[in-house]
């Protein structure tokens, strides 16, 4: 219903009001009469972008059988795959003792590409450290653009052997994971192990972080962007 000056009328809409109200005459052909109380306007809604944070596990385990050549592949298709939809994205990595932001939040696919080319691997596990790093880089974003919708998307055979504080690498993931809130982003991890023996420990960093769970294994490069396209519909919403 118009609350103003008439603008951008919604033909559609105002026929149907004016059907629904009674206001047809009958004769040799029907005609719609249309009143000033059957008039509607169309209501226009922007689309909402997604922040999209790649958090790559950048460790000695992801060298064995290729998994980071694949995870590279994969988070190439995912970024073209979010700036064909014009949102933003962040890379960030975590290896050795600590995490690090490799690229903050912009709507450069190109310089996310080349940064993620250079990525190095080896060294001890800190999915804890890169988990806590991603939660800041959202918190700070969001300031900047709080109407954006947030999707991280974590890369990890999910072996975590580091520590913040403590000696228990896993139970120190499992509270960092238990701290997420929906409203924090949405989230999807992508386990990249392979060979005959698997420890899923990916899939239950998925359940601990309540996020969709994808194995690299059995998707395409096209078939896991095509997945994470749906989560961003659905972040989109």
């Known amino acids: 219903m118009p609350s103003g000056p008439i603008r951008d009328v919604a033909l559609d809409a105002t026929l149907r009001a004016a059907v629904v109200r009674g206001g047809t005459a009958l004769g040799r052909e029907p005609v719609v009469e249309v009143i000033s109380d059957d008039l509607r306007i169309k209501s226009r ?3 909402t972008g997604t922040a999209v944070l790649f958090l790559v596990d950048s460790s000695g385990s992801m060298g064995l059988n290729q998994r980071m050549s694949a995870a590279k592949g994969a988070t190439l298709s995912l970024l073209n795959d979010a700036y064909q939809r014009r949102d933003r994205v962040g890379l960030a990595v975590f290896r050795g003792q600590e995490a690090a932001i490799v690229l903050p939040f912009t709507s ?9 080319a250079e990525l190095p691997t080896g060294g001890r596990t800190p999915v804890g450290a890169g988990l806590l790093l991603a939660q800041r880089m959202f918190i700070e974003e969001e300031r900047r653009r709080p109407k954006m919708n947030r999707l991280l998307v974590l890369i990890s055979d999910g072996k975590a052997n580091v520590a913040n504080q403590g000696d228990d690498p896993m139970a120190e993931l499992r509270t960092i994971c238990q701290a997420w809130q929906p409203k924090d982003a949405r ?18 960093l998925a359940e601990w972080l309540q996020a969709e769970y994808l194995h690299l294994d059995e998707l395409t490069a096209a078939g896991v962007a095509g997945a994470v396209s749906i989560i961003l519909k659905r972040a989109a919403t």
């Open 187 to 204: 989230r999807v991890v992508i386990d990249p192990e392979s060979g005959l023996v698997r420890f899923s420990r990916a899939r239950r």
């Open 45 to 47: 809604r922007q689309r």
């Open 108 to 116: 450069s696919v190109d310089l996310a590409e080349r940064k993620l």
